[in-house]
């Protein structure tokens, strides 16, 4: 199985996702989870299996309270996980009836989950301000993928914008963009990958949010990656020597999250800026082109050269050493940043493993 960094957000869901009365169900670093909301609007998650006989809870009820019913013999559970209600015998809660809960925060209209057993710290989800920066029109659909295949080969293809010229040629690249000049350098603890091409056509993506006497011109993608898989992709054209704020284009989200080793959520969205028109219906029609666009280009076109990599890379039924390119640096740069994190942790779990006094477990029993 994939050792993940635990210690660390991972988006669940966008926030309008969890409705206020049902919950819902989602498998996140293997672990089926539910999620609920709670009364003051915010979101309890935990582990999506009754400790009696392993019913989903996820099939049950939100409760007034803060509560879900297990579907199967009512047991209730609060969002910090532990049973509050018995309907039978006398009452007794077992110690044993509860479930584990992990902290959720909403943060930029996203639902963000810490699976570690480290105090979750907010301050350490990434900046995706720009969505509450926005007026709506200027933010494409919150939109979502399930994906066969890892949460690595999702985040692989997104370090690396040389595919737009092939896979997304016309759309997002084209000949034009295969020539570029790349930097990396880490900040703040992300890792920043530019690759800027001169004198390029303008992709169709990007015609309707560039003024139509701007042809021939720069063409941008300024990647941002944060710890563990959120990518922030400042896509676009113009701006006197490259420079996005002078330019047009949006902030591409793309929030990546293991479901199972080889499956994954992906969250994505655009936020644009420099809208040149002040026209509410013109800007409306671009905002939901870009949606259409989008998701015609992550589905369409990267999901199935992806899914079938996966494939492929199980059907030889041995791990495999990758050619490596040029192309291939940044998204390198960001794989080593982030085993070293994982293996860091590894250790001081380790340690704390070693460190604990051996005890002999007695055998619990549950019941109802
Ligand atoms: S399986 Fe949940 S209460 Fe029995
Ligand atoms: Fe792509």
């Known amino acids: 199985m994939t050792v993940y960094l635990r210690n660390a957000w991972y988006a669940a869901f966008w926030d309008a996702d969890?409705?206020?009365?049902?919950?819902?169900?989602?498998?996140?670093?293997?672990?089926?989870?539910?999620?609920?909301?709670?009364?003051?609007?915010?979101?309890?998650?935990m582990t999506d299996r009754c400790p009696h006989r392993f019913a989903m809870l996820s099939m049950g009820q939100v409760k007034e309270g803060d509560r879900i019913a297990c579907p199967y013999h009512g047991l209730e559970f609060g969002a910090d996980g532990r049973c509050v209600h018995n309907p039978h015998g006398k009452g007794a809660i077992p110690e044993a009836a509860r479930v584990r809960a992990y902290p959720v925060v909403q943060k930029h209209s996203v639902l963000w989950i810490w699976m570690g057993d480290r105090e979750p710290d907010p301050a350490r989800i990434p900046d995706y301000s720009c969505f509450d920066r926005a007026q709506p029109v200027q933010v494409s659909k919150r939109d979502y993928l399930r994906m066969n295949a890892s949460c690595d080969l999702v985040m692989n293809n997104l370090l690396d914008t040389s595919h737009t010229s092939y896979l997304h040629n016309g759309i997002l690249g084209g000949t034009d963009t295969v020539v570029a000049e790349t930097r990396i350098e880490e900040k703040d603890g992300n890792v920043l990958i530019g690759r800027v091409s001169q004198d390029s056509a303008i992709p169709s993506m990007y015609r309707d949010l560039t003024p139509p006497e701007v042809q021939r011109?720069?063409?941008?993608?300024?990647i941002r990656w944060s710890v563990p898989s959120?990518?922030?992709?400042?896509?676009?054209?113009?701006?006197p020597?490259?420079?996005?704020?002078?330019?047009?284009?949006?902030?591409?989200?793309?929030?990546?999250?293991?479901?199972?080793?080889?499956t994954m959520h992906y969250h994505f969205a655009a936020v644009r800026w420099n809208?040149?028109?002040?026209?509410?219906?013109?800007?409306?029609r671009i905002r939901d082109h870009i949606s259409k666009m989008r998701r015609f280009a992550f589905a369409e076109q990267d999901a199935p050269v992806i899914e079938a990599q996966q494939r492929a890379m199980e059907a030889a039924g041995r791990p495999l050493q990758p050619?490596?390119?040029?192309?291939?640096?940044?998204?390198?740069?960001?794989?080593?940043?982030?085993?070293?994190?994982?293996?860091?942790?590894?250790?001081?779990?380790?340690?704390?493993?070693?460190?604990?006094?051996?005890?002999?477990?007695?055998?619990?029993?549950?019941?109802?």
């Open 18 to 45: 969890i409705p206020a009365d049902k919950p819902v169900a989602r498998t996140i670093l293997n672990e089926p989870l539910v999620f609920f909301r709670k009364a003051d609007g915010s979101v309890a998650a």
């Open 217 to 222: 011109t720069t063409k941008w993608n300024l």
């Open 230 to 239: 959120a990518i922030l992709i400042q896509g676009g054209v113009g701006g």
């Open 241 to 262: 020597g490259g420079d996005p704020s002078q330019g047009w284009g949006y902030d591409g989200v793309h929030l990546l999250t293991p479901e199972t080793d080889k």
């Open 275 to 284: 809208l040149i028109t002040d026209d509410v219906a013109e800007n409306e």
């Open 323 to 368: 050619v490596m390119l040029t192309v291939d640096a940044g998204m390198v740069r960001c794989r080593r940043l982030l085993e070293r994190l994982i293996q860091e942790e590894q250790a001081a779990t380790d340690t704390l493993n070693t460190q604990a006094p051996t005890q002999t477990l007695k055998p619990e029993t549950t019941s109802c």
